[in-house]
């Protein structure tokens, strides 16, 4: 055995010890490990746990959105989360700034310093508990919002040049991004003036024009300029990649700020919008699909090979009928992307159409409401074809001509020479009645072929009279065909045919000597004249209809009978007839012909009132019941007498359609807003959209029909402008650098006081032709809006239409649109202004009107959204110690606290606009109670921001989210 060393004593002491202390280091990094996965655990719930809080708190907003929209609301920019309960967690605003938000050197959304909480607008704290009560009762943490729309922003895929066709947009329409160039006919967004975003801003937006600036962003969004980024017929993809290609990196301070004014003024993803109108059929002022139907397309083609075949509801112009556009529409589809319609609803709803606004009394121009909307509806067709022929009901007895490029029936007189005697005094009384006819036409149009017109005018004229000594029970009837060759017939210009002469005589009559001689009772009971066209055909090979009136029917009081010879001791032989109308487009019915009589001396043959010279009836000039048509002296200086004979190439040519009535056309810078037509406009509930809507009175205005149309066949486009937008830059590019109005012919001796619109084409010495509604007007007056202007429009300022009359006390000044029509009011009362806007006459505003409308639109498009959402450890029943003022001490009583620039409690507490050095009163010892947000005792654990765009899809009527982020 061997004996035990003393060196070995204790040996597994230390074996012992040396294992415990592994085990416990072990032992150590298992507990750290355990701690620290269980603090991530912890944190990941708690994260997981914000992360679902702020995704339904972005469902919370849409909601929001959603119940806005249905109680007639459009101003999202007014959704956010306030609290106006009272209660006990109302007041406390810690952490609300991190709403704001900066992305790539970008400020989408700025929060707002100083902030006052007291604010009806200001955005508050909402809590959100266990759904427990009492003393079960915890918070788990709060929720925030802001919604702001991005509409009203400009697309810059669909605003800039592009070769191919994109939707809605036929290839090659645009052209250069240029003040000086741009083309503003008002049919597509592409030709809205991008550079007029700001006038001065140079820094972030330099001119497109090379000689003007080195940079050209503007020409880098095109795609087939010179330096153009974006791929032919696409779209940008989002901000990334057009920043990258325009060259706007986010490193410097100017840089960064370029890319906020960017954003600001566009808006990337933005789907097709679809080109549909509203009728509110339920009356609730709420869009819904069923109430959405197809605009009808002023822009299309002459004839369509695929109809009726394949495309029974595109018909081109000279295909669609007046029936066609007095019916009602179709519910609107993609329907695979074209669409042109056929039935215009405003025209269509034609019951409060006045029938007797130009007749004298006693008479009706038109017999029914639906007899004259089929002639707005015939004069819109024949504006828009390509042929001289009226379009008509029926050649021999039509109830309606339309107005077309081609001279009018304007003036009648008839010239008796009546002669009664007995020559031998003996009892033979011969009774000689001769009439000859003058008939005048009048071309009021330049047309652009000039046209010289070799006219027939076939005149039928009933009537009779009596003569005594006989005295027959009938007297003598006579009906009468005569034919007049009224040529040649050149642009504006009066020309009369003179017929043969007409022996209306009863020859020789056998009675008493010496008896009483008179010829008395002359009447006509029928005069009607057709005016064709002697050397072209139609297709069925008749002469070219063009105009037909009956100025007679013997339905006027104001003609009576009349006696054309006394006596026996009358020599005055010669008694004349002359019947003339006010305005030559509305010459159909009796109701618009005025009968002028006189003895012996034929009327007018010095000055006005003569055939061949203005009548003396035609004042294109009316005032202030009747389109204001300034310096007017004959019919064809009214800017309104105008034809263009193929389809329209702007939407203000809209105004050029004659309603029927002398001196009425389509009135489209008032909108119309009498839904019941009780004569009281703006209503409650009343948005110029109920089923029954239609054309009425032309002193209510006709703007609704700007909402019905559209200027191409497709079924969606892109980029059309929200005018429900307070984004003035915006609207300044939309409204600025619409040239309007047109300068004197050259040829004119003197300028008329007054800009005029001559249809013949001439081209001015830059190239381009402004004697076209729609093309550039060389030297006439550019459009801008200023800041003020827009304010004035009260679109900027308001987000909405002003309602003149309305209480600003009850809030109700200002309403949104609902119908991009309603704008039309507004504008008039900025045009009308005489501050920067001089359009003092109806085609002006007009003018202004139509060149921006079909680019803009009333419902919503993309809208952003931020949600910002905070968990944390509801703590109660226990009294919190905190050193707010940092002295080192707890206080019992309250603390004045300096933020030393950064924010504790939520707010600018000295209001000078930022945090540096603000002062409050806080108690350091808090006691805190469950249920309730007891600030800086709550422990924030975890923070989550989402970042959303949505869409409101019209076909659905949904809330549709594009893009969605988080934001750490």
Not at 176 to 191: D, F, M, Q, W
Not at 307 to 336: C, F, K, M, R
Not at 633 to 641: K, L, N
Not at 757 to 765: D, E, F, G, H, Y
Request: charged share 20%.
């Amino acid at each position: 055995m061997r004996p035990k060393s003393n060196n070995e004593d204790g040996i597994a002491l230390l074996f012992t010890l040396g294992i415990l202390a592994l085990l416990l280091v072990m032992a150590m990094a298992f507990a750290s490990s355990a701690r620290m996965g269980r603090k991530a655990a912890s944190n990941n719930a708690e994260l997981t746990c914000a992360r679902f809080l702020a995704e339904s708190t972005l469902q919370r907003a849409m909601g929001a959105m959603r119940f806005y929209r249905e109680t007639g609301g459009s101003q999202y920019d007014n959704i956010i989360s306030h609290d106006v309960s009272g209660g006990v967690n109302q007041k406390t605003y810690d952490g609300l700034y991190n709403l704001g938000t900066v992305i790539d050197g970008a400020i989408i959304y700025e929060w707002p310093v100083p902030y006052d909480p007291e604010a009806a607008d200001a955005i508050h704290w909402q809590y959100v508990d266990n759904g427990r009560s009492g003393a079960d009762k915890r918070l788990i943490g709060r929720i925030a919002y802001k919604v702001f729309g991005s509409g009203g922003k400009l697309d810059p895929s669909a605003c800039v040049r592009h070769t191919a066709a994109i939707n809605g947009v036929p290839a090659g329409t645009a052209v250069v991004e240029s003040p000086a160039t741009e083309v503003r006919n008002g049919n597509y967004v592409c030709e809205i003036n991008i550079q007029n975003l700001t006038r001065t801003d140079y820094t972030n937006l330099p001119p497109g024009n090379p000689s003007l600036g080195p940079n050209n962003d503007v020409l880098k969004l095109s795609s087939n300029l010179a330096g153009g980024q974006l791929e032919d017929s696409e779209r940008w993809s989002d901000w990334g990649s057009l920043f990258s290609l325009i060259g706007i990196p986010a490193v410097t301070a100017a840089d960064k700020a370029k890319r906020e004014k960017w954003r600001s003024w566009f808006d990337i993803e933005r789907p097709a919008d679809t080109e549909s109108f509203w009728i509110d059929s339920d009356g609730d002022g709420i869009e819904t699909p069923s109430e959405l139907y197809h605009r009808f397309n002023l822009g299309r083609e002459e004839t369509n090979p695929n109809y009726p075949a394949t495309e029974p509801d595109n018909p081109g112009w000279s295909q669609i009928t007046v029936a066609d556009i007095l019916t009602d529409p179709v519910e609107y589809s993609e329907n695979g992307g074209k669409f042109y319609g056929k039935g215009i609803k405003w025209l269509k709803n034609y019951a409060n159409l006045p029938i007797n606004t130009t007749a004298p009394a006693g008479s009706t121009s038109f017999t029914s409401a639906q007899t004259r909307a089929r002639q707005i509806a015939a004069n819109l067709i024949d504006y828009c074809d390509n042929n001289r022929a009226a379009t008509t009901d029926n050649q021999d007895a039509p109830t309606y001509t339309g107005n077309d490029q081609s001279p009018y029936i304007n003036e009648i007189r008839f010239q008796l020479d009546s002669n009664l005697d007995d020559p031998l005094d003996d009892g033979h009384y011969s009774c000689n009645v001769q009439m000859v006819v003058d008939l005048e036409v009048v071309n009021i149009y330049n047309t652009t072929d000039n046209k010289a017109f070799d006219l027939d005018a076939v005149v039928s004229v009933s009537g009779s009279y009596q003569w005594a000594p006989k005295n027959a029970p009938l007297g003598r009837p006579f009906d009468e065909t005569i034919t007049i060759h009224i040529n040649p017939v050149q642009n504006r210009s009066y020309v009369t045919g003179t017929s043969a002469v007409i022996d209306l005589s009863e020859a020789t009559w056998l009675g008493p000597q010496g008896g009483v001689m008179n010829i008395r009772d002359f009447q006509f009971t029928k005069i009607n004249v057709k005016l064709v066209d002697h050397s072209e055909k139609d297709v069925n090979l008749r002469p070219l209809f063009y105009d037909y009136s009956y100025v007679e029917t013997s339905s006027f009081t104001e003609t009576g009978s009349f006696k054309v010879k006394v006596d026996k001791n009358d020599k005055q032989r010669y008694y004349y007839f002359d019947y003339e109308v006010n305005d030559p487009r509305q010459n159909l019915n009796e109701g618009d012909w005025k009968l002028t009589t006189s003895k012996n001396v034929a009327i007018g043959t010095t000055g006005a009132g003569g055939v061949g010279a203005k009548n003396s009836i035609c004042n294109p000039n009316p005032g202030g019941n009747k389109d204001v048509e300034t310096g007017a002296v004959q019919p064809w200086d009214v800017s309104t007498a105008y034809i263009r004979n193929s389809g329209m190439k702007s939407p203000w040519e809209i105004g050029f359609i004659h309603r029927g009535s002398e001196w009425e056309t389509l009135r489209i810078y008032l909108f119309n807003r009498d839904d019941n037509n009780n004569g009281t406009n703006n209503e409650s509930g009343e948005w110029g959209a109920s089923p029954n809507m239609g054309i009425s009175d032309w002193a209510k205005g006709d703007a609704n029909i700007l909402d019905q149309v559209k200027m191409s066949g497709a079924t969606e486009c892109f980029g059309k402008i929200n005018l429900n937008s307070s984004n003035d830059n915006v609207l300044m590019a939309l409204i600025g650098g619409i040239r309007i109005g047109v300068s004197p012919l050259p040829s004119s001796a003197t300028a008329l006081p007054y800009p005029r619109l001559p249809n013949a084409s001439r081209t001015k010495t830059d190239g381009t032709d402004d004697s076209d509604p729609g093309a550039l007007s060389y030297g006439s007056e550019l459009i801008y809006a200023g800041v003020d202007d827009v304010n004035y429009i009260a679109i900027a300022a308001t987000n909405s239409i002003k309602c003149p009359g309305a209480s600003a006390a009850a809030g109700a000044l200002f309403l949104p649109y609902k119908s991009r029509a309603q704008v039309a009011t507004t504008i008039t009362q900025a045009l009308s202004s005489g501050a920067r806007f001089t359009q003092t006459t109806d085609a002006l505003k007009e003018e202004v009107i139509g060149k921006f409308i079909n680019l803009t639109k009333a419902t919503p498009d993309t809208v952003t959204i931020i949600v910002l959402a905070q968990t944390f450890r509801d703590i109660g029943g226990v009294t919190i110690s905190k050193d707010l003022d940092g002295d080192g001490v707890i206080s019992d009583g309250p603390v004045t606290v300096t933020e030393s620039g950064y924010d504790i409690d939520g707010k600018d507490s000295n209001n000078d606009g930022d945090y540096t050095n603000d002062t409050f009163t806080a108690n350091e010892k808090i006691d805190t109670q469950y249920g309730r947000y007891d600030q800086y005792a709550e422990e924030i654990l975890s923070e989550q921001k989402i970042l959303a765009t949505v869409i409101y899809d019209q076909t659905t009527q949904k809330w549709r989210i594009l893009k969605y982020e988080y934001i750490e």
